[in-house]
């Protein structure tokens, strides 16, 4: 193993235990696991990025910054159909103006048509690394970011009715852990039947109609806990059943993208960019399903899902279906975000009556 | 049959493409009015209030022609010169047919998408289908008005490298979206105040758009937009000719909030004002800033000579 490199990924919800199985298995190099994101980790962010750049690019610039510090040396940036093409190269200039030393692997100069192009970006991770190992490590790596998705949708929708509370959520942390020390595909596979009987056999108490309530909302934001103030935690201890398709599994692994444009085409004809289709075809989707309400959360400025909101407004009408929505920032106050969700419970239970 | 265009996004992009392209085939059309204040309020009603300055403007004049026409102009554009567009250019026929579902709107439009090569043409010619009209009709109407939408283009760029050559006023390179300098209420009032302070303003906009973005990559390899690697061109190739460079952006272009940066920070030698607009009718503070950056301007060509 090559100690000098130490590689980092933005934080991103419970992802990076997977990346660190590709980076330390597949590419030979030492993994970050970046530090859970706080106050200071935005604060850093916003101080040191332009004004009205979406919020991901300040939590991102925030994330990379903690990990240069902690000694990280070559970090990395993937690409999307949005603003995030432009996410890496920013970032790489605003880092190099701060006088950090670093390799930078930015996936949005990737021609993807040329694999000598393939090839030689990843190298900018670790020169001497070998492709198979590479590709022998991305099976695994795919199937935890899919084991992960699926107790996270199972923990969403049943970990408001639990017995004994945290049970669900000890075990989660303790799967996590145990990954951080897997470096076979068998000892992986061991982990995941143990854990997921564990997850199962967890008792849950839960009434035969309970409110139940779908997450809609940008790529980042609906994923990564804290930029959207922990609503999910919050709505489960509300004791609400949380349901939420957008995550890697769905959107890349096992693309729905045909099957969300004909949802979706209903009110959008055309592909209205980014991950806007999935927000509209999702909410469609738990409209006709006949779940209590659903909320909207997006970043500031998010183009896509502000076209979408307006799309939105209409399933809400439609289908008379109660829509919050949300929308973050790197200063929204936590109490104003608490009272909001506390009066659309309520108003979702005196629904439901 | 009517046909309305409005006067806002990319018709100031394509305008004689579009109005050929109808002369040609003998459809009437009407163009909304310059942009106003009523035209800003209406449109404000309709976007939710994250939303850009340039779509309230848009929807504004959506709603001042929903009910003068039969058909309401409003293509899709994804690609533009090999880059993509911003993504409100593909949610275009999507916002308003969902802003404007009660009013019954009907809405023409050609489709401009993916990476096959006669792309425009093929959207026109889907378009031309959609109307009942001949191939062959089209394709003559859609050439003529290609043709006079390059010429114009050119005579545009052209006049503004002569003024690069041959003025000795201070010049100031606007680095401003078409749908924004050529707009009544957001550019036009800065180019006036410009030109009152005796500064010739070049519009980055109107200058060669294939050689500029070509120049571009030499500047940033991954700026996914077509029209901000316009701009970004543009700036790399004169920046030597002119004085100094005025960023006009309203609030809050997505694109331009991350190329902006990127520009002040590729660019440091080169004076740079910032300039965002709001849909606020105040222009002092403008007027004020503008005031100084030239006075800056001015000490600094005259420190020159001396």
């Known amino acids: ?353 | 049959m009517k046909i309305g265009i409005p006067r806002a996004l990319l018709y100031y992009k394509n305008e004689k493409l579009w109005t050929k392209f109808f002369d040609e085939l003998g459809i009437d059309y009407i163009i909304s009015p310059e942009t106003n204040k009523e035209i800003i309020d209406n449109g404000s009603k309709y976007a939710i209030d994250e939303t850009c300055l340039p779509i309230k403007i848009f929807l504004g004049h959506i709603d001042y022609l929903k009910d003068k026409c039969d058909y309401i102009f409003i293509p899709r554009i994804e690609y533009a010169l090999n880059s993509e567009t911003c993504l409100n250019f593909r949610a275009q026929y999507d916002l308003v047919k969902n802003t404007f579902r009660n009013y019954n709107l009907k809405i023409l439009f050609y489709n401009d998408y993916g990476h096959k090569k006669p792309r425009e043409f093929r959207a026109f010619y889907k378009l031309c289908k959609y109307l009942k009209i001949k191939k062959s009709l089209g394709k003559y109407a859609y050439r003529i008005a290609k043709q006079t939408q390059f010429y114009y283009e050119m005579f545009r760029s052209e006049t503004q490298e002569n003024v690069i050559k041959n003025s000795k006023k201070i010049k100031v390179l606007v680095l401003a979206h078409a749908y924004n300098v050529g707009d009544k209420y957001v550019g036009e009032p800065i180019l006036n105040m410009l030109k009152k302070l005796d500064v010739e303003p070049i519009i980055a906009e109107y200058l060669d758009a294939k050689k500029c973005i070509k120049t571009s990559f030499k500047v940033t390899k991954t700026l996914p937009w077509a029209y901000n690697r316009h701009l970004v061109g543009a700036l790399e190739l004169y920046k030597d000719l002119v004085d100094g460079v005025i960023l006009v952006t309203t609030y809050p272009c997505g694109p331009d909030s991350m190329c902006n940066e990127m520009i002040i920070r590729q660019y440091r030698d080169v004076p740079i004002l910032s300039l965002t607009i709001d849909a606020q009718d105040a222009t002092a503070g403008i007027e004020t800033r503008l005031e100084s950056f030239v006075d800056i301007l001015n000490f600094k060509r005259n420190g020159r000579n001396e």
């Open chain 1, 1 to 353: 193993m090559n100690n000098e490199i130490l590689a980092c990924f933005p934080q991103w919800g419970s992802y990076s235990c997977a990346f660190r199985y590709l980076f330390e298995n597949g590419f030979g190099v030492k993994y970050l696991t970046p530090p859970p994101i706080t106050k200071n980790t935005i604060d850093l962010g916003s101080k040191n990025s332009p004004d009205y750049v979406c919020t991901p690019f300040k939590y991102c610039l925030g994330c990379h910054i903690e990990a240069l510090n902690n000694g990280a040396n070559c970090l990395m940036q993937i690409y999307g159909s949005c603003r995030l093409n432009y996410y890496g190269e920013l970032e790489e200039k605003i880092l190099k103006d701060m006088g950090y030393n670093f390799n930078f692997f930015n996936m949005a100069e990737i021609n993807f048509k040329s694999p000598k192009s393939i090839m030689n970006h990843l190298k900018i991770v670790n020169p001497n690394m070998s492709i198979l190992k590479v590709a022998s490590a991305l099976p695994t790596t795919i199937g935890i970011i899919k084991t992960i998705d699926k107790m996270e949708d199972y923990i969403r929708k049943n970990v408001g009715f639990e017995v004994n509370k945290n049970e669900m959520e000890n075990i989660f942390n303790e799967f996590k852990q145990k990954l951080d020390k897997t470096y076979s595909h068998k000892e992986y596979k061991k982990l995941k039947k143990e854990y997921l009987k564990k997850l199962y056999s967890v008792k849950i108490d839960k009434p035969k109609r309970p409110i139940r309530v779908g997450f809609v909302g940008d790529y980042y934001t609906v994923q990564e806990p804290f930029s959207n103030y922990f609503i999910e935690k919050e709505l489960e201890n509300m004791g609400i059943e949380v349901h939420r398709e957008m995550n890697l599994t769905n959107t890349i692994i096992n693309s729905k993208y045909k099957k969300v444009r004909k949802i979706s085409k209903k009110y959008a004809k055309f592909n209205i960019g980014a991950t806007a289709n999935y927000t509209v075809a999702e909410a469609l989707k738990y409209a006709k399903n006949g779940l209590d309400g659903i909320i909207h959360v997006k970043c500031f400025g998010c183009t896509p899902e502000i076209n979408a909101q307006t799309i939105l407004q209409n399933i809400s009408k439609d289908h008379k279906v109660p829509i919050l929505y949300f929308s973050f920032d790197s200063q929204t106050s936590e109490t104003g975000v608490k009272t909001r969700l506390e009066a659309f419970y309520d108003m979702l239970k005196a629904k439901k009556k």
